[in-house]
Protein backbone atom coordinates (compact mmCIF):
# COMPACT_ATOMS: atom_id res chain seq x y z
CA UNK A 1 0.00 0.00 0.00
CA UNK A 2 1.78 3.21 -0.67
CA UNK A 3 1.63 6.45 1.00
CA UNK A 4 -0.14 9.15 -0.96
CA UNK A 5 1.13 12.15 1.24
CA UNK A 6 4.87 12.96 3.06
CA UNK A 7 6.47 15.08 5.71
CA UNK A 8 7.65 17.45 3.44
CA UNK A 9 4.20 18.15 2.21
CA UNK A 10 2.37 21.75 3.10
CA UNK A 11 -0.89 20.57 4.88
CA UNK A 12 -3.50 22.91 5.21
CA UNK A 13 -6.54 22.11 7.44
CA UNK A 14 -9.77 24.80 7.20
CA UNK A 15 -11.60 24.83 10.22
CA UNK A 16 -9.02 24.21 12.04
CA UNK A 17 -10.26 25.47 15.22
CA UNK A 18 -13.49 23.53 15.01
CA UNK A 19 -14.24 20.11 17.15
CA UNK A 20 -13.27 17.82 13.77
CA UNK A 21 -10.49 20.28 12.40
CA UNK A 22 -8.68 20.44 16.13
CA UNK A 23 -8.78 16.72 16.10
CA UNK A 24 -7.06 16.28 12.41
CA UNK A 25 -4.29 19.11 13.37
CA UNK A 26 -3.84 16.66 16.56
CA UNK A 27 -3.47 13.36 14.14
CA UNK A 28 -1.55 14.67 11.77
CA UNK A 29 0.79 16.16 14.19
CA UNK A 30 0.80 12.88 16.28
CA UNK A 31 1.95 11.07 12.25
CA UNK A 32 4.74 13.83 12.27
CA UNK A 33 3.29 15.78 9.42
CA UNK A 34 3.68 19.30 9.53
CA UNK A 35 7.32 19.62 10.86
CA UNK A 36 9.13 22.14 10.10
CA UNK A 37 12.10 20.45 10.52
CA UNK A 38 11.35 17.81 8.05
CA UNK A 39 10.58 20.22 5.32
CA UNK A 40 6.79 20.35 5.89
CA UNK A 41 4.24 22.75 7.36
CA UNK A 42 0.91 22.47 9.38
CA UNK A 43 -1.30 25.66 7.78
CA UNK A 44 -4.45 27.02 9.70
CA UNK A 45 -5.74 30.61 9.26
CA UNK A 46 -8.36 31.91 11.94
CA UNK A 47 -11.83 32.91 10.58
CA UNK A 48 -10.37 37.15 10.88
CA UNK A 49 -7.48 35.99 8.86
CA UNK A 50 -9.19 34.23 6.27
CA UNK A 51 -12.71 33.92 5.38
CA UNK A 52 -13.84 31.54 3.77
CA UNK A 53 -17.06 32.99 2.58
CA UNK A 54 -14.72 35.31 0.27
CA UNK A 55 -13.88 34.01 -2.89
CA UNK A 56 -11.27 36.26 -3.74
CA UNK A 57 -9.43 35.88 -0.32
CA UNK A 58 -9.18 32.28 -0.04
CA UNK A 59 -7.64 32.93 -3.39
CA UNK A 60 -4.94 35.27 -2.24
CA UNK A 61 -4.11 33.04 0.70
CA UNK A 62 -3.65 29.86 -1.44
CA UNK A 63 -1.46 31.62 -3.93
CA UNK A 64 0.30 33.07 -0.35
CA UNK A 65 0.94 29.93 1.22
CA UNK A 66 0.50 27.22 -1.79
CA UNK A 67 -0.75 24.31 0.39
CA UNK A 68 0.05 21.12 -1.07
CA UNK A 69 -2.56 19.24 0.65
CA UNK A 70 -6.29 20.58 1.91
CA UNK A 71 -7.92 18.81 4.70
CA UNK A 72 -11.78 20.89 4.53
CA UNK A 73 -12.93 20.66 7.68
CA UNK A 74 -14.59 23.88 8.06
CA UNK A 75 -18.39 24.21 8.00
CA UNK A 76 -21.11 26.01 9.83
CA UNK A 77 -22.70 23.26 11.93
CA UNK A 78 -25.86 23.14 14.53
CA UNK A 79 -28.14 20.31 16.16
CA UNK A 80 -32.10 19.89 15.12
CA UNK A 81 -33.48 23.20 16.35
CA UNK A 82 -30.27 25.13 15.17
CA UNK A 83 -30.75 23.73 11.39
CA UNK A 84 -34.95 24.08 11.41
CA UNK A 85 -34.21 27.44 12.46
CA UNK A 86 -31.54 28.59 9.73
CA UNK A 87 -31.89 26.67 6.89
CA UNK A 88 -30.99 29.50 4.51
CA UNK A 89 -27.59 29.97 6.12
CA UNK A 90 -26.85 26.39 6.44
CA UNK A 91 -27.35 26.07 2.84
CA UNK A 92 -25.97 29.39 1.18
CA UNK A 93 -22.62 29.33 3.93
CA UNK A 94 -21.74 25.84 3.41
CA UNK A 95 -22.23 25.79 -0.24
CA UNK A 96 -19.76 29.00 -0.59
CA UNK A 97 -17.31 27.37 2.01
CA UNK A 98 -17.14 24.62 0.12
CA UNK A 99 -16.75 25.84 -3.10
CA UNK A 100 -14.43 28.27 -2.48
CA UNK A 101 -11.93 25.80 -1.00
CA UNK A 102 -12.16 22.92 -3.20
CA UNK A 103 -12.24 25.03 -6.57
CA UNK A 104 -9.52 27.15 -5.72
CA UNK A 105 -7.46 24.28 -4.19
CA UNK A 106 -7.76 22.50 -7.71
CA UNK A 107 -7.00 25.48 -9.78
CA UNK A 108 -4.00 26.43 -7.18
CA UNK A 109 -2.21 22.91 -8.01
CA UNK A 110 -2.85 21.27 -4.30
CA UNK A 111 -1.84 17.46 -5.05
CA UNK A 112 -4.71 15.96 -2.83
CA UNK A 113 -7.67 17.29 -1.04
CA UNK A 114 -9.89 15.48 1.90
CA UNK A 115 -13.72 16.74 2.39
CA UNK A 116 -15.56 16.14 5.50
CA UNK A 117 -19.14 15.64 4.78
CA UNK A 118 -21.75 14.11 7.17
CA UNK A 119 -23.92 10.77 7.63
CA UNK A 120 -27.08 13.05 7.16
CA UNK A 121 -26.43 12.97 3.22
CA UNK A 122 -28.59 9.59 3.13
CA UNK A 123 -31.84 9.45 2.71
CA UNK A 124 -33.60 9.33 6.04
CA UNK A 125 -35.35 5.73 5.33
CA UNK A 126 -32.12 4.01 3.75
CA UNK A 127 -31.69 0.58 4.47
CA UNK A 128 -29.60 -0.32 7.70
CA UNK A 129 -26.67 0.08 8.12
CA UNK A 130 -26.33 2.43 5.38
CA UNK A 131 -23.99 1.86 2.35
CA UNK A 132 -22.09 4.29 0.28
CA UNK A 133 -24.18 3.63 -2.69
CA UNK A 134 -27.39 5.08 -0.72
CA UNK A 135 -26.52 8.88 -1.50
CA UNK A 136 -29.09 10.13 -3.82
CA UNK A 137 -31.16 7.04 -3.60
CA UNK A 138 -34.50 8.72 -1.33
CA UNK A 139 -36.19 11.55 0.30
CA UNK A 140 -33.91 13.61 3.11
CA UNK A 141 -34.61 14.01 6.54
CA UNK A 142 -36.58 17.28 6.55
CA UNK A 143 -34.71 19.03 9.76
CA UNK A 144 -31.12 18.95 8.57
CA UNK A 145 -31.99 18.92 4.63
CA UNK A 146 -30.45 21.85 4.03
CA UNK A 147 -27.25 21.49 5.58
CA UNK A 148 -27.62 18.05 4.04
CA UNK A 149 -27.62 19.25 0.44
CA UNK A 150 -24.95 21.59 0.89
CA UNK A 151 -22.31 18.56 2.19
CA UNK A 152 -24.40 16.32 -0.94
CA UNK A 153 -22.93 18.95 -3.35
CA UNK A 154 -19.48 19.38 -1.56
CA UNK A 155 -19.19 15.87 -2.56
CA UNK A 156 -20.68 15.54 -5.88
CA UNK A 157 -18.24 18.72 -6.63
CA UNK A 158 -15.03 16.82 -5.56
CA UNK A 159 -16.23 13.32 -7.51
CA UNK A 160 -16.70 15.79 -10.59
CA UNK A 161 -13.22 17.54 -10.62
CA UNK A 162 -11.55 14.12 -10.02
CA UNK A 163 -13.40 12.64 -13.15
CA UNK A 164 -13.03 15.83 -15.40
CA UNK A 165 -10.00 16.99 -14.34
CA UNK A 166 -7.68 14.01 -12.05
CA UNK A 167 -8.13 16.06 -9.38
CA UNK A 168 -7.45 13.93 -6.34
CA UNK A 169 -10.23 14.83 -4.04
CA UNK A 170 -11.70 12.39 -1.64
CA UNK A 171 -14.58 12.46 0.78
CA UNK A 172 -15.17 10.75 4.34
CA UNK A 173 -19.24 10.67 5.90
CA UNK A 174 -18.34 10.24 9.50
CA UNK A 175 -21.51 9.16 11.65
CA UNK A 176 -22.29 11.71 14.71
CA UNK A 177 -19.02 12.96 16.50
CA UNK A 178 -18.18 14.07 20.25
CA UNK A 179 -15.08 14.45 22.42
CA UNK A 180 -12.69 17.70 22.58
CA UNK A 181 -14.08 20.73 21.16
CA UNK A 182 -17.73 20.24 21.18
CA UNK A 183 -20.41 22.99 20.93
CA UNK A 184 -22.13 22.69 24.65
CA UNK A 185 -24.81 25.67 23.70
CA UNK A 186 -28.63 24.91 25.06
CA UNK A 187 -29.88 25.52 21.66
CA UNK A 188 -27.63 24.28 18.66
CA UNK A 189 -25.87 21.61 20.28
CA UNK A 190 -26.24 18.06 18.55
CA UNK A 191 -27.87 15.75 20.52
CA UNK A 192 -24.79 14.01 22.82
CA UNK A 193 -23.59 17.96 23.66
CA UNK A 194 -26.98 19.06 24.65
CA UNK A 195 -27.74 15.90 27.10
CA UNK A 196 -24.17 16.26 28.77
CA UNK A 197 -24.86 19.74 29.84
CA UNK A 198 -28.56 19.24 30.66
CA UNK A 199 -27.71 15.96 32.90
CA UNK A 200 -24.64 17.82 34.42
CA UNK A 201 -26.77 21.02 35.11
CA UNK A 202 -29.66 18.66 36.80
CA UNK A 203 -27.19 16.74 38.47
CA UNK A 204 -25.53 19.74 39.90
CA UNK A 205 -29.20 21.72 41.45
CA UNK A 206 -30.10 18.50 42.75
CA UNK A 207 -33.31 18.06 40.21
CA UNK A 208 -35.94 15.55 40.44
CA UNK A 209 -35.93 15.37 36.65
CA UNK A 210 -35.05 15.66 33.41
CA UNK A 211 -36.96 16.24 30.03
CA UNK A 212 -35.27 15.17 26.78
CA UNK A 213 -36.74 15.69 23.29
CA UNK A 214 -38.42 13.01 21.11
CA UNK A 215 -39.39 9.25 22.04
CA UNK A 216 -35.82 7.99 22.99
CA UNK A 217 -36.59 5.30 20.07
CA UNK A 218 -34.34 6.64 17.78
CA UNK A 219 -30.83 4.69 16.78
CA UNK A 220 -27.96 6.62 16.39
CA UNK A 221 -24.15 5.72 16.20
CA UNK A 222 -21.35 7.71 17.56
CA UNK A 223 -17.80 8.35 17.40
CA UNK A 224 -15.02 9.93 19.27
CA UNK A 225 -13.64 12.97 17.11
CA UNK A 226 -10.03 12.02 17.99
CA UNK A 227 -10.87 8.59 16.20
CA UNK A 228 -12.15 10.48 12.79
CA UNK A 229 -8.80 12.66 13.44
CA UNK A 230 -7.10 9.08 12.72
CA UNK A 231 -9.51 8.62 10.03
CA UNK A 232 -8.90 11.48 8.28
CA UNK A 233 -4.76 10.79 8.86
CA UNK A 234 -5.30 7.29 7.46
CA UNK A 235 -7.32 8.11 4.67
CA UNK A 236 -4.86 10.64 2.93
CA UNK A 237 -1.92 8.13 3.37
CA UNK A 238 -3.66 5.37 2.43
CA UNK A 239 -6.70 5.42 0.10
CA UNK A 240 -6.48 6.01 -3.48
CA UNK A 241 -10.01 5.92 -5.32
CA UNK A 242 -7.80 5.04 -8.86
CA UNK A 243 -6.21 1.95 -6.89
CA UNK A 244 -7.05 -1.59 -8.39
CA UNK A 245 -7.52 -2.74 -5.06
CA UNK A 246 -9.57 0.40 -4.05
CA UNK A 247 -13.52 0.52 -2.63
CA UNK A 248 -15.63 0.09 -5.53
CA UNK A 249 -19.47 0.50 -5.72
CA UNK A 250 -21.74 -1.93 -6.52
CA UNK A 251 -22.11 -0.88 -10.31
CA UNK A 252 -17.47 -1.40 -10.24
CA UNK A 253 -17.04 1.79 -10.50
CA UNK A 254 -14.59 3.77 -8.05
CA UNK A 255 -15.81 5.16 -4.29
CA UNK A 256 -14.89 8.26 -3.97
CA UNK A 257 -16.66 8.71 -0.59
CA UNK A 258 -16.16 6.36 2.32
CA UNK A 259 -18.47 5.79 5.45
CA UNK A 260 -16.57 6.95 9.21
CA UNK A 261 -18.00 5.33 12.01
CA UNK A 262 -17.96 2.61 14.83
CA UNK A 263 -20.31 0.76 13.32
CA UNK A 264 -22.32 0.52 16.46
CA UNK A 265 -25.49 2.27 17.43
CA UNK A 266 -27.60 2.38 20.49
CA UNK A 267 -30.76 4.21 21.02
CA UNK A 268 -31.41 7.77 22.18
CA UNK A 269 -32.98 6.49 25.63
CA UNK A 270 -30.04 4.38 26.17
CA UNK A 271 -27.29 7.44 25.62
CA UNK A 272 -29.01 9.28 27.75
CA UNK A 273 -29.04 7.03 30.13
CA UNK A 274 -25.27 6.55 30.32
CA UNK A 275 -25.12 10.23 30.01
CA UNK A 276 -27.14 10.56 33.35
CA UNK A 277 -24.95 7.91 34.87
CA UNK A 278 -21.48 9.68 33.97
CA UNK A 279 -22.79 12.58 35.42
CA UNK A 280 -24.25 11.57 38.36
CA UNK A 281 -27.42 12.12 37.64
CA UNK A 282 -29.99 9.96 39.82
CA UNK A 283 -33.28 11.40 38.68
CA UNK A 284 -36.26 10.45 36.48
CA UNK A 285 -35.98 11.04 32.70
CA UNK A 286 -39.23 12.14 30.92
CA UNK A 287 -39.68 12.28 27.09
CA UNK A 288 -41.07 15.36 25.43
CA UNK A 289 -42.61 13.67 22.62
CA UNK A 290 -44.07 17.09 20.87
CA UNK A 291 -40.51 17.45 19.79
CA UNK A 292 -38.93 15.72 16.67
CA UNK A 293 -37.28 12.63 16.81
CA UNK A 294 -35.42 13.20 13.34
CA UNK A 295 -34.12 10.07 11.53
CA UNK A 296 -35.53 6.71 12.97
CA UNK A 297 -32.39 5.35 12.65
CA UNK A 298 -28.45 6.22 11.46
CA UNK A 299 -26.24 3.48 11.46
CA UNK A 300 -23.05 3.48 9.43
CA UNK A 301 -21.79 0.61 7.05
CA UNK A 302 -18.21 1.35 7.59
CA UNK A 303 -16.90 -1.89 6.10
CA UNK A 304 -15.18 -0.28 3.35
CA UNK A 305 -12.72 1.80 5.37
CA UNK A 306 -12.43 -1.07 7.47
CA UNK A 307 -11.33 -3.40 4.33
CA UNK A 308 -8.57 -0.93 3.95
CA UNK A 309 -7.36 -1.55 7.74
CA UNK A 310 -8.59 1.35 10.03
CA UNK A 311 -11.14 0.93 12.34
CA UNK A 312 -12.37 3.25 15.05
CA UNK A 313 -10.43 2.97 18.63
CA UNK A 314 -12.32 4.59 21.36
CA UNK A 315 -15.20 2.87 22.72
CA UNK A 316 -18.48 5.01 23.36
CA UNK A 317 -18.12 4.51 27.92
CA UNK A 318 -14.59 5.19 27.48
CA UNK A 319 -15.11 8.02 25.35
CA UNK A 320 -18.08 9.56 27.02
CA UNK A 321 -16.46 9.66 30.43
CA UNK A 322 -13.28 11.61 29.21
CA UNK A 323 -15.94 13.81 27.63
CA UNK A 324 -17.56 14.62 30.60
CA UNK A 325 -14.76 15.46 32.55
CA UNK A 326 -13.43 17.68 29.95
CA UNK A 327 -16.90 19.60 29.88
CA UNK A 328 -16.55 19.84 33.92
CA UNK A 329 -12.75 21.25 33.71
CA UNK A 330 -13.57 23.69 31.48
CA UNK A 331 -16.62 25.05 33.01
CA UNK A 332 -14.64 25.35 36.24
CA UNK A 333 -11.80 27.07 34.43
CA UNK A 334 -14.53 29.56 32.95
CA UNK A 335 -15.40 29.78 37.00
CA UNK A 336 -12.23 30.70 38.13
CA UNK A 337 -11.60 33.48 35.11
CA UNK A 338 -15.24 35.14 36.09
CA UNK A 339 -14.15 35.03 39.79
Known amino acids: MSVL ?51 AAVAAWMAEHQPTVVVLAAAKVGGIGANSRYPADFLLQNLK ?5 IETAWRSGVRRLLFLG ?39 LCDALRRQHGFDAISLMPTNLYGPGDNYHPQN ?6 LIRRFHEAAEAGAERVSCWGT ?37 QPL ?25 FRGAITWDTSQPDGTPKKQLDVSRLTALGW ?15 LFREQLLHQLVRLG
Open 5 to 55: ITPDDRLYVAGHRGMAGSAICRALQRAGYGDPAQGGALLTASRTELDLLDP
Open 97 to 101: IQTHV
Open 118 to 156: SSCIYPKFAEQPIREETLLTGALEPTNAAYAIAKITGIQ
Open 189 to 194: SHVLPA
Open 216 to 252: GTPLREFLHVDDLGEACVFALEHWDPAAVDAPRADDG
Open 256 to 280: THLNVGTGVDLSIRELAEAVAAATG
Open 311 to 325: RARIPLAEGLASTVA
